[in-house]
């Protein structure tokens, strides 16, 4: 079974400091690692592929297979970072379907 | 370019009534998928269409959840009779090659 972590339900910081969205999956096998943000009355979007390896908004994700985990990570944080943000596996193969962690609701204070 | 759409927005129902929930995709993408949020909890993967056929319905709770697309465009999911516990926000994605892209979503409150 597949199944995506993200331990912290919020987490709130500063801006200009670094943050970090922890993330932690279990699948048996190679998966496809996305985050997904969600700001505010806007839909779900996509921030985040791990096989695209960019740096978006000033985010980055370093998938690590030993301890499968897929952390985002910003290192000055900005008010407009405010936002849920969810991340997902895709198995390999016509699995298409996403699975989600339950989100994390990062506030930047001012 | 249009993103994917859904309608309505919101959507307030009995228990023990009908709705249906319409989902446009974005124009030539053959992959729909839709998605449930239940309060509380993870978005779950609900069903996948390619084109009109679907791929995986897996994560359809029970047979009162109906999933159509016809013609292979924009896709209907029908709950009938809606039970309390469907309340929640319904997503529809769709994708070519790649990432999902995703609708705003239906919410669904049964009463």
């Known amino acids: 079974a597949q199944r995506v972590t993200q331990p912290e339900k919020l987490l709130s910081v500063f801006k200009g400091a670094p943050v970090e969205l922890k993330c932690n999956y279990s699948?048996?096998?190679?998966?496809?690692l996305f985050w997904y943000v969600q700001y505010s009355r806007q839909r779900l979007q996509l921030l985040l592929r791990h096989i695209s390896r960019e740096s978006i908004k000033g985010f980055t994700a370093d998938l690590n297979k030993g301890e499968t985990s897929f952390h985002l990570k910003k290192p000055f944080a900005q008010e407009e970072d405010s936002a849920m943000y969810y991340c997902?596996?895709?198995?390999?193969?016509?699995?298409?379907?996403?699975?989600f962690g339950k989100g994390t609701l990062l506030t930047v204070n001012p | 370019e249009a993103g994917v759409t859904q309608f309505p927005s919101h959507s307030v129902i009995e228990k023990g009534q009908t709705v249906t929930l319409r989902c446009d995709p974005i124009s030539g993408h053959d992959n729909l998928y839709w998605y449930r949020r239940v309060m509380g909890k993870e978005i779950k993967f609900l069903l996948h269409?390619?084109?009109?056929?679907?791929?995986?319905e897996s994560g359809m709770p029970n047979n009162r959840f109906l999933a159509e697309r016809t013609g292979g465009t924009y896709s209907t999911l029908k709950v009938q009779p809606a039970e309390l516990e469907d309340s929640g926000v319904y997503f529809c994605?769709?994708?070519?090659?790649?990432?999902?892209?995703f609708g705003p979503g239906t919410r669904l409150t049964v009463l």
């Open positions: 997902a596996l895709r198995g390999v193969g016509s699995n298409y379907k996403l699975t």
């Open positions: 699948y048996s096998g190679s998966p496809e």
């Open positions: 269409f390619v084109k009109e056929s679907k791929q995986d």
């Open positions: 994605a769709s994708s070519q090659q790649g990432g999902q892209f």
